[in-house]
Structure formats: C-alpha cells, structure tokens
C-alpha cells in the first residue's frame, strides 16, 4: 500500500469566505474520485486545520501500490479536479508518498 498525502496552501488574495468556497470545491472533487479511479482505496480531504496548523487544505490518500498512485496522477478525473479545482488556488504544495 501506499499513501499519498498532500499540504497546499491557498494564495493569499482570496477573502475568508472565497477560501472556504475555495475549499468546499476541492474536498468534493478529490474525494469524489472514490470508486472512479483504480487502486485508490482511501481518500480524504481535511478543509479545517487548528489554528496551530501552516497549512489551509490536506489530501490524504490511500493507493493498492505505487503503480496505482502513477495511474491516479494521470487519470482524466483526477486531472480535471486538480486543474480546475486545486492548482488555479494554491500557492504552495507539500507532497510525501510511502510505503505502509
């Protein structure tokens, strides 16, 4: 198994409510893509950090194995989400894969 978790940071332009806009939109496209792409077995989306956090949005999946997260990357569903509904709002994104 592997899991894919991603940190983004939104650009600081938008107001608060534009972000949680922002925010909403994110959570249901990517965890929208259960049951839509192969070996993606988990999927969630963390939209409220604690005030403690340095980040405003979290991805945390779960893929069958590192060919599955390859095939993900790729996948027309998640290329649609990611082009129109992340990369258009972020400033800043941490990624971390591994093995569980």
């Known amino acids: 198994m592997v899991r894919h978790v991603i940190l983004w940071n939104l650009?600081?332009?938008y107001s608060d409510e534009?972000?949680?806009e922002i925010k909403a939109g994110i959570k249901s496209s990517l965890e929208g893509l259960m049951g839509k792409v192969p070996?993606?077995?988990e999927i969630r989306v963390n939209t409220e950090p604690l005030a403690?956090?340095?980040c405003d949005v979290m991805l945390d999946s779960l893929f069958e194995d590192?060919?599955?997260l390859?095939?993900?990357s790729v996948h027309p569903a998640h290329v649609e989400a990611a082009d129109t509904k992340v990369r258009p709002f972020t400033a800043q994104r941490?990624?971390?894969d591994y093995e569980v």
């Open 52 to 54: 403690s956090s340095n």
């Open 39 to 41: 070996g993606l077995k």
């Open 70 to 72: 390859r095939g993900y």
């Open 11 to 13: 650009k600081n332009e």
């Open 66 to 68: 590192a060919e599955s």
């Open 94 to 96: 941490t990624c971390m």
């Open 18 to 20: 534009k972000k949680a």
